[in-house]
């Protein structure tokens, strides 16, 4: 057992949780309505938000995992530049408007609009239901990454003991969340991101300079995975993959409830806008995050017997952990794993806040209790985060964590598909609300069996178009024929004069609290 | 110059980082490298620093 690292991670995590109660109090209303438990009563600013959105999407498993696909697979791990580099503007151009015509008419999530949209109860259902799918491999695993750090610590014991500290962890979670709602992750994720910077920083000055500079560390990688592979006899390779993947992720992301959640817990319209220019700052950090890949493969912890049982276990997701054991003394390890595990908290929490969400407003208010009151909702909808949440610990302790890999690759893949029908809707009402569901449909149908096709290894589908061969993210694969029969069938059900509904908004609900 | 007109401008500003990123063929590459660091990384991280600078910029002109 590692003391130093154990204790000062645990001073910090009961900081956090001390935090996560608080919060209740902070800005304090009442917490029996969803309004408040679930978007903290949309009242966030420009510096709270911009910590809650970074919180939200730079997460424990961001920690661990890019840096680990760096570390095992070289440049293709550097996908995450380009994708966090275009996701911003994309929400720039586009996002504000959800939030205005949201805010206009009291939505609390994106299936809310769509069912306001489209006067469409099913197709508002399979936006929920397509959110929640993809979100709760998400949390399981946050629970992951807090298990790597755990086993680092020196728990090693299995069974129910073993499995212990995550229980704790999660208890301490569900139990803030219940609590303080979307308050407890947005002033936790303040304390997250001082220990981010600090970890960070102090990862890419000290160890570089332990071992010789950037160059060096460079200079240790192999040269087929310091680039991506060219393009070779008639398969576009790499190239294709690393593209698509950014540009699919890119349009997924803000697609996530949780993501959603963070954007309508904002208080103004510009405070969005001024984020999607603020967030960059992430990025920056992300880029240094996914060097450490490298970092790893250049201190040769790979090769070092003391890691060789972790590394054996979690493969290169213990490149993070295992540099920061190597590299700093035990108790700024510490400092690192609690920042991986209250990494995990504040997107984990925020995920099942927003599961809960469209749980509460879409299915429960929608189908069980239609005339349920706001009291009946926030009721649900805390008891319903914590079934989430229940869902995804016993997900990860139950079956090996490859599954909740694999369902996270397809939670992009199903949640791009809801696409047409929030982000086409906020412009358009053109496209018939049976169509978007059909085009839905098809669009899961294809993704879905394109990653199966790769046996749920990867979501890179190699397309053939004639000759050549073109590998590509599915999610970004199966989009156009999703939008293709959306409007094609469109085309049949005008045709027909088919009902088309009642849109609860008009055209200037998108352009409110413009300056 | 209208708000739209201008948000227009801005679309076309943005699409450079795009392409910029998207062209993988350009940047894949390990010089010129700058302080030992292969061209490939240091490429994209600039233009994370220039789409911030254009966002900021569309911002501040309230597009």
New interface residues.
Partial sequence: MNWPALIVFILLFALVTVVGFVAARWRRADLNHINEWGLAGRRFGTVVTWFLLGGDMYTAYTFIAVPALVFGAGAIGFFALPYTLMVYPFVYVIFPRLWSVSHKHGYVTASDFVRGRYDSGLLALVVAITGILATMPYIALQLLGIQVVIAAMGFTSTGLVGDLPLIIAFVILAAFTYTSGLRAPALIAVVKDLLVYIVIIAAVIVIPIQLGGYGHIFAAIPREKLLLKPPAGGNIGVYSAYVTLALGSSFALFLYPHAVNGLLSASGRKIIKRNMALLPAYSLVLALIAFLGYVAVASGVQHDPAFSGWFKQYGADFAVPALLLHSFPAWFAGVGFATIAIGALVPAAIMSIAASNLFTRNIYKEYLKPGATPAQEAGTAKLVSLVVKLGALAFVLVLPGKYAIQLQLLGGVWIIQTLPAVVIGLYTRWLHRWALVLGWLAGMLLGTGMVAAQHFKTSIYPLHVGDLTVPGYAALYSLPVNIGIAIFLTLILRALKSPEGLDQTISTDYEYDTE | MSRLKR?CWY?VL?AI??GG??W??LY???EP?L????F??WF??V???V??I???A??LS?V
């Fill in positions: 948000a679309v943005f980082p795009y990123v998207l993988v063929a894949n590459r390990v490298a302080f030992g660091i292969p490939f990384y994209q991280f233009w994370i620093i789409t911030a254009i966002t900021a569309a911002y309230k």
